[in-house]
Structure formats: C-alpha cells, structure tokens
C-alpha cells in the first residue's frame, strides 16, 4: 500500500491526503466487491436461533482483505494514471 501511495505522490504529483483518500474509496469499493466470492453457505453447520441462513460458516475476511488490498492497488494505479488524460 505504501509505495502505492508514494507512486501516486511523486509520479502523478497527487497530495499525500489526496492520495490517502482515494486509496481508501478505492479500497471500500473494492472490498464490498470481493466478498461475495466464495461466501456461499456451507449448510453443514448447526444453525443457531436468530441466525442468518446464509450466513457463510467460515467468511475468510483475511484472505479476502489480501486480495482487496492487492486488487486496490491495481485500481488505484490505473486511476490514477487516467488523472492526466482526462485532464485532472
């Protein structure tokens, strides 16, 4: 994430607070994008009352906050370096 950031400061010559925050929307978008993947529900486990039905057993946030950083990265990249050409 950090040399992300200091790639978009000074490569493209954004703010360090700029750069922060589009890093961040980047990120949350990304984020709600990825946890459908693989977040069926095992149908297994003993429901608890008050429970959702599909609720997965095992949700992986781990693993699923890797790949949103490491496809957050690429986003913001591209965004980025589209600033120029659209004339931001």
């Known amino acids: 994430m950090l040399p992300v950031l200091a790639l978009a400061v000074w490569g493209f010559r954004l703010s360090g607070l700029g ?7 980047v990120w949350w978008i990304v984020l709600f994008a990825v946890l ?18 599909g609720a997965p057993h095992k949700p992986q946030m781990r693993r699923k906050a890797v ?3 490491l496809v957050s990265d690429v986003v913001f990249i591209v965004a980025v370096a589209a600033f120029p050409l659209a004339g931001l």
Request: charged fraction near 15%.
């Open 36 to 53: 459908p993947f693989r977040a069926a529900p095992d149908g297994t486990e003993v429901v608890v009352p008050g429970q959702d039905l």
């Open 19 to 25: 750069a922060g925050a589009l890093y961040f929307v």
């Open 67 to 69: 790949w949103t950083t």
